[in-house]
């Protein structure tokens, strides 16, 4: 008992003092008015892109309960009843990743995944990690469920440049957010994984995969009732044709998914 109670307290010791330096930015949350250069080979300037340019902020109250259903249901089923860390979720992820000899498990929350995008880069490091783990406690003592949820609609990428749900739901579905469909949200909701590889413009096989999928969570957490389910899944994807962004070429364009 007396070597458990030292090994927690070294444990502890060593999490308060990786994370001394983790605090939480409030305007790091909210603040979009970021430029991205790209440089040529030789350092030339080839592209200024304002990041401002391709967000359009959205409020939680103005969208349908089934499009924030939607992301519930696939990110994060336990985000309006645990304090930001699903412990659950992260135990499982560890023992896999103990047995792959790898941290390719994430087992992020929607509070985690708001503090990575905005905080913390994409290293899959223990030291990471713990900072996420810290941040991600100040983010829900800070703020409602509500505010957290729309904090994270507004910043996710969901490829093609579109960088927060409304500037996806118009790229995409030439609509505003709050006007999605049952379909449409789903088919937003599963570009997250791979916003590149489930492009409806790139596989719309694939996207239309992931739709559906995101459906059957929804009908499983009873989000949907199966009518409403078998009725989503029998649509189109009804993807827009592709409007390239201000005239920009593909390499452009790939260099921006890739970032």
Same mark, same amino acid.
């Given at each position: 008992?007396?070597?458990?109670?030292?090994?927690?307290?070294? +444990?502890?010791?060593?999490?308060? =003092?990786?994370?001394?330096?983790?605090?939480?930015? =409030?305007?790091?949350?909210?603040?979009?008015?970021?430029?991205?250069?790209?440089?040529?080979?030789?350092?030339?300037?080839?592209? $200024? @892109? $304002?990041?401002?340019?391709?967000?359009?902020?959205?409020?939680?109250?103005?969208? @349908?309960? /089934?499009?924030?259903?939607?992301?519930?249901?696939?990110?994060?089923?336990?985000?309006?009843?645990?304090?930001?860390?699903?412990?659950? #979720?992260?135990?499982?992820?560890?023992?896999?990743?103990?047995? @792959?000899?790898?941290?390719?498990?994430?087992? @992020?929350?929607?509070?985690?995944?708001?503090?990575?995008?905005?905080? &913390?880069?994409?290293?899959?490091?223990?030291?990471?990690?713990?900072? /996420?783990?810290?941040?991600?406690?100040?983010?829900? #003592?800070?703020?409602?469920?509500?505010?957290?949820?729309?904090?994270?609609?507004?910043?996710?990428?969901? %490829?093609?440049?579109?960088?927060?749900?409304? $500037?996806? =739901?118009?790229?995409?579905?030439?609509?505003?957010?709050?006007?999605?469909?049952?379909?449409?949200?789903?088919?937003?909701? %599963?570009?997250?994984?791979?916003?590149?590889?489930?492009?409806?413009?790139?596989?719309?096989?694939?996207?239309?995969? #992931?739709?559906?999928?995101?459906?059957? $969570?929804?009908?499983?957490?009873?989000?949907?009732?199966?009518?409403?389910?078998?009725? +989503?899944?029998?649509?189109?994807? %009804?993807?827009? =044709?592709?409007?390239? +962004?201000?005239? #920009?070429?593909?390499?452009?364009?790939?260099? &921006?998914?890739?970032?």
């Amino acid at each position: 008992a007396l070597s458990l109670t030292a090994v927690v307290t070294a +444990a502890l010791a060593a999490y308060f =003092a990786i994370t001394a330096d983790a605090k939480l930015d =409030a305007s790091k949350l909210i603040n979009y008015g970021q430029t991205i250069n790209i440089y040529d080979d030789e350092g030339q300037k080839i592209e $200024s @892109s $304002s990041v401002e340019g391709n967000r359009s902020s959205v409020k939680i109250s103005d969208l @349908s309960e /089934e499009t924030k259903n939607a992301f519930i249901a696939s990110e994060d089923r336990k985000f309006y009843s645990h304090n930001g860390l699903n412990y659950g #979720r992260m135990v499982k992820a560890l023992f896999k990743n103990i047995a @792959s000899f790898s941290f390719k498990e994430g087992a @992020s929350t929607i509070s985690q995944q708001l503090i990575k995008n905005t905080h &913390l880069s994409n290293d899959k490091t223990l030291k990471r990690k713990l900072k /996420e783990i810290r941040l991600t406690k100040q983010l829900e #003592r800070a703020y409602s469920k509500d505010e957290i949820l729309e904090m994270y609609l507004n910043t996710i990428y969901f %490829g093609h440049s579109c960088y927060g749900l409304q $500037s996806a =739901a118009r790229f995409y579905f030439d609509t505003d957010a709050e006007d999605l469909s049952l379909e449409q949200v789903a088919a937003l909701v %599963g570009l997250l994984t791979s916003p590149n590889n489930y492009s409806p413009f790139k596989n719309a096989e694939r996207c239309l995969e #992931r739709r559906n999928i995101v459906l059957k $969570s929804m009908l499983e957490c009873n989000f949907i009732d199966k009518k409403q389910y078998e009725h +989503a899944i029998e649509q189109p994807l %009804g993807a827009v =044709a592709w409007r390239s +962004a201000s005239g #920009r070429t593909d390499y452009i364009n790939a260099a &921006l998914d890739e970032l």
